[in-house]
């Protein structure tokens, strides 16, 4: 078990009382640093990076050496997966994601086998030991995976897509083949996760970045479902510690009390919703989020009265990781993440008064 210096994520999650409010940012480790751009041109290209160990090992540390951050979050991506389940992962500049075979039929779907975390996504979890042995308990290393949902969208168009055409006619012409695939996946997300843990993470985030697209009933049978399928079957205590699983869906604000019965441990919300009344709909559910990531690239004034509004929003007491309400974009600089920093820590303090 490793004896954690900086244990207020953790305590937050389980409501104890902290000191401050935690704070961690969605791709925190990432291209608006330039020591990470550095690393990301050594390795040539992104996929290279996130499979050579020592460097994403390297990159997952770099922010938190910089800043005060409460949690770190393991460099890899979630679509590892889908690579290892042998679809042909490379990213293109300036267009993200891009796979070599795209599923379009019952066929491809059945053709396809679950990864062996060990074997074929060993890699990620050599990071995670890397970085656990550097870290020295430093703060707590979280592990992740994307929703079986959120992969299948990449997985069915082959590449980033605004308006997802191709799973939006998979989804009405061939739900069975559909459900086949996110069963697949659920298995293979479930894999991934309990291995990431036995190497040592101390949380794992499930990331159903599009959930929100979805229709109230699609979004239950389709996405819902199989993240309840995934928790269900996680390490809930690995070497005599609780292993909180964190669930962001973007533009999920309004299913909070469905996610609440997923069996999460904490409910990422985006900056769509009011902290205060997600709280009172989550009851006793921790919350994480949810500053608009614009809001980086403001003035500091600007920032410290977003971070003030947003305390203010949650109220007083434990049961709040600050974050942003999805990733951080490459325009934003490191002063201005120092700053949001700093500004969580100082002003949240008089709602930490009362041992809450
Ligand atoms: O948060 C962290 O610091 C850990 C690393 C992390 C990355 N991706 C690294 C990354 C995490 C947690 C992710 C999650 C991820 N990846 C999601 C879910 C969260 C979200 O943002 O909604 C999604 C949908 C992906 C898929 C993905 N990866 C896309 C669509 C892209 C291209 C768009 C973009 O931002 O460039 C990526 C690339 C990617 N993943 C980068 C990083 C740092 C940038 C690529 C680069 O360095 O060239």
Not at 229 to 247: C, N
Not at 292 to 307: F, G, N, R, T, W
Not at 314 to 342: K, M, R
Request: with cysteine; proline share 5%.
């Amino acid at each position: 078990m490793i004896k954690l210096k900086n244990d207020r994520f953790l305590k937050t999650i389980w409501g104890q009382p902290v000191d401050v409010t935690p704070i961690w940012i969605m791709r925190q480790a990432g291209r608006y640093l330039p020591e990470y751009r550095l690393v990301r041109q050594r390795a040539g290209d992104f996929m290279k990076l996130c499979k050579t160990p020592e460097l994403a090992c390297e990159v997952t540390l770099q922010p938190i050496h910089r800043f005060s951050l409460d949690a770190g979050i393991v460099f890899s991506d979630i679509l590892t997966i889908p690579d290892a389940m042998g679809l042909g992962l490379h990213f293109i500049e300036g267009q993200g994601p891009r796979f070599e075979k795209k599923l379009r039929s019952v066929h491809d779907i059945k053709a396809l086998g679950v990864p062996d975390p060990e074997t074929h996504l060993g890699y990620v979890l050599e990071t995670i030991r890397l970085v656990q042995h550097e870290l020295d308990g430093k703060v707590p290393l979280i592990g992740f995976c994307g929703s079986p949902w959120t992969l299948a969208t990449y997985m069915v168009e082959g590449q980033a897509n605004k308006t997802f055409p191709m799973i939006q006619s998979m989804l009405r012409e061939e739900p069975a083949a559909l459900h086949v695939l996110l069963n697949l996946l659920a298995v293979a997300v479930q894999a991934h996760l309990n291995a990431q843990i036995k190497a040592g993470v101390q949380a794992v985030m499930l990331f159903d970045t599009w959930g929100g697209l979805l229709g109230d009933t699609h979004y239950r049978d389709f996405s819902l479902h199989y993240i309840q399928q995934v928790i269900a079957g996680l390490w809930r205590t690995y070497d005599e510690q609780r292993i909180p699983v964190l669930l962001f869906t973007k533009n999920g604000g309004q299913w909070l009390e469905w996610i609440a019965e997923t069996g999460c441990d904490v409910i990422g919300v985006d900056w769509h919703v009011h902290l205060g009344d997600a709280r009172k709909r989550v009851n006793k559910i921790a919350l994480q989020g949810n500053m608009d990531p614009a809001i980086l690239s403001q003035s500091p004034e600007h920032i410290q009265q977003a971070v003030q509004r947003i305390l203010e929003e949650y109220g007083t007491g434990s049961g709040h990781v600050f974050n942003l309400g999805h990733g951080i974009t490459p325009d934003v600089q490191p002063e201005q993440v120092a700053i949001l920093v700093d500004a969580v820590h100082t002003l949240s303090r008089p709602y930490h008064q009362k041992g809450e």
